[in-house]
């Protein structure tokens, strides 16, 4: 069993994490920090009541755990890990942001995208940071262009993520976090042209990004565009075979809907290319928390554990 601690569940990322571990059929849940420490864990995080009797712990001291995964806002990082004063061998799963723009410049920090590289994160990682929602559902619409050096054209990404995954907080304004949403915004491209810059070394291009947060319940959805040469069922092969062996993105034949992807940790892509302009519209939609968050984090710690890419990520789609 796998060892596990959560700081933070009082984040909603934090909170979706929880309710996937206490069901992960190799993790051992040991504790979960929260602002209620002392308070039984169901009375914070909704949907658990009768699957969980751990209580809320404080900052510290904490029992030893295999590994740790930080869920806080990015400014409180930092301190966490001061505090938790972690031995060299666990390790660290963090889902704010914090080091999503390190992870290339020859740190500890390695970026978790699976599809990108599962064979590293198997083999080589320690600590792991989840991309950017935002930047995550972008890279998935264009990874399988980028790694056969086909993104040669300046890059348009429209992105939409549904509101009521951001809790009660001022969702047009901010992140969150609290950032401000034009700075995370860029942000979010920033992490997108430099991911494509790894995948294709010769990606030269400005990358245009919008995020919009739309009423809805947890979705996630971009709309990327791209110039292509190539026809339209050969576009589709190519992304059919990059994806065959990978557990969590499927290729479509309509636009996605919410129905599709909330309460799962599916990423679904479906293509649009026009053959007359050259122009490819990629339409990527996924669950903000589950495949843009902690979903996307419980696969990293399969893949760093040796386990399944599946294991524990088998959940249940909303169906409506």
């Known amino acids: 069993m796998i060892d596990v601690g959560v700081c933070d569940c009082d984040h909603p990322r934090g909170a979706e994490l929880v309710r996937i571990l206490i069901n992960h059929p190799d993790v051992e849940l040991k504790w979960v920090t929260g602002s209620n420490a002392g308070q039984p864990i169901a009375r914070v995080v909704s949907g658990i009541v009768g699957e969980c009797d751990l209580t809320l712990s404080s900052e510290g001291p904490l029992d030893e755990v295999d590994v740790v995964f930080l869920c806080q806002g990015r400014q409180h990082v930092d301190a966490c890990l001061q505090a938790l004063a972690l031995p060299p061998t666990t390790r660290v799963i963090d889902l704010s942001g914090s080091h999503n723009l390190d992870t290339w410049s020859g740190g500890d ?7 990108m590289q599962r064979r590293v994160l198997v083999h080589d990682a320690h600590h792991v940071a989840v991309p950017g929602n935002a930047a995550a559902v972008a890279l998935l619409a264009l990874m399988p262009m980028a790694r056969n050096l086909l993104v040669n054209s300046p890059v348009k990404l429209e992105v939409e993520m549904g509101a009521a995954a951001f809790g009660d907080g001022p969702v047009l304004s901010t992140d969150p976090d609290g950032i401000p949403l034009e700075r995370w915004t860029g942000e979010q491209r920033q992490e997108v042209a430099l991911v494509l810059q790894q995948c294709q070394s010769s990606f030269d291009q400005p990358v245009e990004m919008s995020i919009t947060p739309v009423d809805g319940r947890r979705w996630l959805a971009v709309t990327a565009r791209v110039r292509c040469g190539m026809d339209g069922d050969s576009v589709r092969q190519l992304y059919e075979e990059y994806y065959d062996d990978h557990n969590f993105v499927f290729m479509v034949d309509r636009r996605p809907v919410a129905a599709d992807v909330e309460n799962t940790n599916k990423c679904l892509i479906y293509l649009d290319k026009d053959d007359q302009t050259g122009m490819l519209t990629v339409h990527a939609m996924m669950d903000l928390l589950l ?8 696969h990293m710690m399969n893949l760093l554990f040796g386990l399944h890419e599946r294991a524990g990520l088998a959940l249940k789609g909303s169906g409506c």
Request: no cysteine; hydrophobic share 35%.
């Open 109 to 115: 920090w390695t970026y978790g995208m699976g599809e």
């Open 291 to 298: 495949k843009g968050s902690a979903g996307t984090a419980v």
